[in-house]
């Protein structure tokens, strides 16, 4: 199997800044794209960022300017840097890898448990 794990959540301050991360491990042969996504109460789960294994980033408007995506392919992690936090971005935030697990094998998705993020004075 493969898990997410993310960490760095927290409670911070209007205009604070969070970094999270995640961490995939399990059998992995190779990851593709890997994604965060966020789900605040009584709402959809959105798309806030997604990197391709080559590095190449796509943002959500809402987070532009705010937020930058990386990851270590070595580590099979990605980041996700935040700044200039808004009360809006108070959510839990999810990871999600596209995994191959085998040589030759599918492309499935695989999603974390979630870090909670909360912006507030």
């Known amino acids: 199997q493969v898990q997410l794990v993310e960490s760095g959540g927290g409670l911070v301050q209007p205009g604070g800044s969070l970094r999270l991360s995640c961490a995939a491990s399990?059998?992995?042969?190779?990851?593709?794209?890997m994604s965060w996504h966020r789900q605040a109460p009584g709402k959809q789960r959105d798309l806030v960022a997604t990197?391709?294994?080559?590095?190449?980033?796509n943002y959500a408007d809402s987070v532009k300017g705010r937020c930058t995506i990386s990851r270590d392919n070595a580590k099979n992690t990605v980041y996700l840097q935040m700044n200039g936090l808004e009360p809006e971005d108070t959510a839990v935030y999810y990871c999600g890898a596209t995994v191959q697990r085998y040589y030759r094998g599918t492309l499935d998705d695989y999603w974390g448990q979630g870090t909670q993020v909360t912006v507030s004075s």
């Open positions: 399990g059998t992995i042969f190779s990851i593709n794209a």
């Open positions: 990197i391709t294994r080559g590095g190449t980033t």
